[in-house]
């Protein structure tokens, strides 16, 4: 077994070499050979197990103790040394491969027993070891193990290292884990340099002095320093930096210059900007992304997390943790940043409050002045005493800017900052200069988002500074510029220039987050109350694109209320009007307070004579007349719609009036014209950016694709369906809007569902009640669970299926969601006749058949009228001509309408009928006759089913056998 490296054998040497694996040293002759890290650490394991072959696997496990590496780290460290000896030997080699095994140390190996070296340690000078007296590494580290790894790596290749981090973020403790895993490589002398109670720039170089335990005799303080330690292997942590940045710097490049084997260890929450210096760059620990479910069994994978609980148990909170209340612990993580010394503040009220309890009494402001542990420095005794050193160190100009800043909620740009913070003597010129100070100072941070410099103020950063804002008396003035700002940035992305690149540009999430800002403020204040419906009239098209309509059904309802009297135009009245319409219908159903709505804002526009608007609004009356399954109506709207659309020559325009027209078509069983509608508006829509077909909260490029994959499925096109089908979801999941979401998983499961490829319909079904339910679309979720009681009817659990299905309808019934109602009451009625209930199934089916009749929607004719065979099939002997009637007439109907999809169904249903009567040479031409009218679909399930019928009654005809 191979020898550790570690494993203590006293100095060995081979050639001219002398290798001192205890003291980590290696010379040739009289001189020190430079090597360090993994390849020292090979070195050993070769030399003491010298002869025998060292195998990748115990090369890596001596090197890599407990961390997988790939084996090429291996050959490359190999490799380091092999050219090391080659250039110091002559091309001499001590490593030998051996093919398939391993490495092997070939040169002879033998005990150094001399007891010394000339020449080899430089003179004891005045220096003791100061390894004992350096600080005890800390136990309550977490989750620091890579950044450890990180900067011991730069360490070793550089001579000045500044770990730069906010305050809290946990600094001095990274720095003296690393130094501890340091200690090993150097010659014991380790010095922990804390400069936070220092007070001027003199005090660093005899702080320094101290901590080396040297009493000074000159002026010359770093020049006695530089005597003692020059030709020693040293390490110094120089703590808490930024309050002398400057004297630290010029201390620090001194040091450097006067001794070559020293290095230094920074800690600062702004770079020193040394000569030489490498910066690591700090952030706050791992937490939980803000949608990703957590548990306490997945807790402990987020150091963020991790520290919180242990910092609990610390406390003595006896209370066992609940997945509910590890979520809670996950979102205040997420607030603090992940800044340890924040979530140690916040763990240590859980002992008193609980989670839950310390969760709700985290607002913006509290968790700044909670107390931490007693031995802690003053300034890391609460959160506003770390906040309090970092603003009295800045400039009374970037103290300023820093809290105006504080206004923003989440990312910011620098056009953003500049517009929002420069006033009163303060210059975009000095906007941009102190944003890059302050992120120099870690006060606020900086991301690249695609090509895009982006700020953001830390948590508690920002409730520190927003305190200030308030108490200073500016605050409402910050508000108003902030308020025009996000007006601002709302016309940009929405304006011609406006496409999905320049939405994909900006941080969407972070301009509803001001945008709520700046409208509560805005109502809040009666001065103000003016712009605020503006704002709200400007928003409406972003809210109701991400589908955030009961956002938007509130705001608009707000601001209609303070128009009296405020002067506000026509325009923004008609705007406010059309989001309350559109927000209410998705959220609340279709009663006639919706067409209320929409029928006023109609008047508001033809007075306006607004042809966009009001066709938008007509679009809106259409989907409405669609919902409560009036067919005759969306005709009529459609034929409105189109002749509008003719007079303005738009193409964005005229291919929404084609997908209205083809949508109309499609429910009345014209499923010829609706689908050269559809093809028509492709035509159109490719000369304009997709952004434009949102109207109304609604796709309408969505919804004319989902009416195209209906109608090349009716029509007998499946491969097509398929395709599109597919294309269309990920279309409307690249929109992120939930409703179009929603209606391309909703109206593609339909097509499964007749297809009966239940697994595919089941997937999007559940994709329907996850988004609807996410995003509180009520009627979409009713919808969902319908559709979900089809597909538990056809795989035969007929109660759960019944009960689902007469749930939804109830629900659906009451906000005049009739869309797929019909559908629902076909599925319904076959799930009752299976279950032997064929009179209630029969009422159920006239009902829904003569509803459509009276509507318009004749699309769903043949499928009823195959239900009702099917169902009266069921109802015995007598009834068996009747079934077969009903059977045959749906055929004749779906081949009326030019619908091979509606005609196969019907006659699978035949021609098992007609199998089950021993009639199988009939069963086969008819089934055979529906099968031939198609040229795609091969692999669809009830393509299957259909083959099926043929083979089996083509030999049942062929050998005669009855049924």
């Known amino acids: ?259 070559p084997d020293l290095r230094i260890l920074a800690t600062s929450r702004e770079t020193l900007r040394a000569e030489g210096e490498a910066v690591y760059r700090l952030s706050g620990l791992a937490h939980p992304p803000c949608k990703q479910e957590i548990t306490t069994a997945s807790a402990t994978e987020w150091p963020a997390v991790r520290l919180f609980l242990d910092r609990v148990a610390a406390s003595g909170y006896q209370g066992e943790i609940t997945d509910n209340e590890v979520a809670t612990i996950a979102s205040i993580c997420r607030r603090l940043d992940g800044v340890p010394l924040a979530i140690e503040l916040a763990a240590g009220r859980v002992a008193s409050h609980g989670v839950e309890g310390t969760g709700q009494l985290f607002d913006d402001r509290f968790g700044l002045m909670w107390r931490g542990r007693r031995n802690a420095a003053r300034r890391h005794q609460t959160m506003n005493a770390v906040l309090d050193w970092s603003y009295d160190l800045l400039r009374e100009r970037d103290q300023l800017i820093l809290t105006r800043l504080s206004i923003f909620v989440g990312p910011f740009t620098v056009t953003a900052a500049e517009d929002v913070a420069s006033e009163d003597g303060i210059c975009r010129e000095d906007v941009a200069d102190a944003l890059v100070s302050l992120a120099d100072k870690s006060l606020i941070r900086e991301d690249l988002v695609r090509g895009t410099l982006h700020y953001r103020l830390f948590g508690l950063t920002r409730a520190y500074a927003l305190a200030r804002l308030e108490r200073s008396g500016d605050y409402d003035s910050v508000a108003r510029r902030h308020a025009a700002y996000v007006a601002k940035w709302i016309a940009a992305l929405q304006g011609p220039t406006g496409s999905r690149d320049a939405v994909a540009q900006e941080d969407i999430v972070g301009l509803i987050a001001n945008l709520r800002l700046a409208l509560s403020w805005g109502f809040s204040r009666s001065s103000d109350q003016e712009s605020a419906p503006d704002l709200v009239a400007k928003a409406v098209p972003l809210l109701l694109r991400r589908s955030l309509l009961k956002e938007c059904g509130l705001w608009c309802e707000r601001a209609l209320a303070v128009l009296d009297g405020l002067g506000v135009s026509a325009e923004t009245e008609l705007i406010l009007w059309e989001g309350l319409g559109a927000s209410n219908m998705f959220m609340r159903g279709n009663s006639q307070q919706i067409q209320h709505l929409i029928e006023r804002g109609l008047t508001l526009a033809r007075q306006l004579k607004a042809s966009e608007q009001e066709l938008r609004l007509l679009s809106a009356m259409h989907i409405f007349k669609a919902r409560i399954g009036d067919v005759h109506g969306m005709h009529e709207i459609s034929s409105r719609a189109s002749k509008l659309a003719a007079s303005t020559s738009r193409d964005d325009l005229s291919a929404m009036t084609e997908w209205m027209k083809a949508t109309a078509y499609h429910l009345s069983g014209n499923q010829t014209i609706a689908q050269g509608c559809c093809e028509s508006a492709l035509k159109c829509s490719l000369r304009v950016p997709v952004s434009r077909f949102n109207a109304f909260g609604y796709d309408q490029r969505i919804r004319g694709l989902i009416v195209l994959v209906r109608t090349l499925w009716l029509r007998g096109f499946w491969d097509q369906a398929s395709r599109l089908s597919r294309e269309v979801i990920l279309e409307a999941v690249d929109r992120e809007q939930p409703v179009a979401v929603c209606i391309a998983n909703i109206y593609t499961a339909t097509t499964s569902i007749w297809s009966h490829d239940l697994d595919t319909a089941a997937r999007r079904v559940d994709g329907v009640i996850a988004c609807a339910e996410e995003n509180s679309l009520e009627p979409y979720l009713a919808v969902g669970v319908g559709m979900r009681g089809q597909i538990a009817s056809l795989r035969g659990n007929l109660d759960l299926g019944i009960e689902e299905l007469t749930a939804a309808m109830s629900v659906l019934q009451t906000e005049r969601h009739e869309v797929l109602s019909t559908q629902f009451s076909c599925s319904l009625a076959e799930a009752m006749a299976a279950r032997g209930e064929h009179e209630e199934a029969l009422r159920v089916l006239n009902e829904s058949l003569e509803r459509a009749k009276r509507n318009g929607e004749l699309y769903l004719l043949p499928e009823m009228r195959r239900a009702r065979g099917c169902i009266v099939g069921r109802a015995g002997e007598k009834c068996q001509q009747i079934a077969e009637h009903h059977l045959r007439h749906a055929m004749i109907e779906a081949r009326r309408q030019y619908a091979k999809g509606w005609e196969l169904r019907a006659a699978v249903s035949l021609g098992r009928f007609l199998l089950a009567q021993g009639r199988s040479h009939e069963a086969a031409v008819v089934v055979g006759e529906a099968v031939a009218g198609f040229d795609e679909g091969a692999g669809e399930p009830i393509m299957g089913a259909a083959r099926c019928i043929l083979s089996d009654a083509r030999q049942r005809d062929t050998s005669g056998s009855p049924a």
């Open 1 to 259: 077994m191979a020898e550790s490296s570690t494993q203590q054998v006293g100095r060995l040497k081979f050639g001219p070499y002398r290798l001192w694996p205890d003291e980590r040293r290696l010379w040739r002759g009289a001189d020190e050979v430079k090597l360090v890290g993994r390849a020292f650490d090979l070195l050993v394991a070769l030399v003491k197990n010298a002869g025998t072959v060292m195998s990748h696997r115990d090369l890596m496990a001596l090197a890599w103790p407990n961390v997988f590496v790939d084996e090429s780290n291996l050959r490359v460290h190999v490799a380091a040394l092999r050219c090391l000896f080659s250039q110091q030997d002559n091309g001499e080699s001590y490593i030998t491969t051996v093919p398939r095994r391993g490495y092997s140390f070939v040169a002879h190996v033998e005990r150094d027993e001399s007891p010394s070296v000339d020449g080899l340690r430089p003179p004891p000078g005045k220096m003791p070891s100061f390894a004992d007296a350096f600080p005890a590494r800390l136990d309550r580290m977490v989750g620091r193990t890579e950044e450890t790894s990180a900067i011991l790596d730069m360490l070793r290749s550089r001579r000045l290292v500044s770990i730069v981090g906010a305050g809290g973020i946990g600094k001095t403790v990274l720095a003296i884990a690393v130094a501890h895993c340091l200690m090993g490589e150097l010659d014991r002398v380790i010095a922990f340099v804390d400069l936070s109670t220092s007070t001027c720039a003199e005090h660093v170089e005899l702080s320094i002095a101290e901590a080396l335990r040297l009493a000074p005799t000159s002026d010359d303080v770093l020049g006695e320093i530089l005597a003692s330690i020059q030709h020693m292997r040293a390490l110094i942590v120089l703590d808490n930096c930024e309050h002398l940045i400057a004297a630290a710097s010029s201390a620090v490049e001194r040091l450097l210059e006067g001794a």
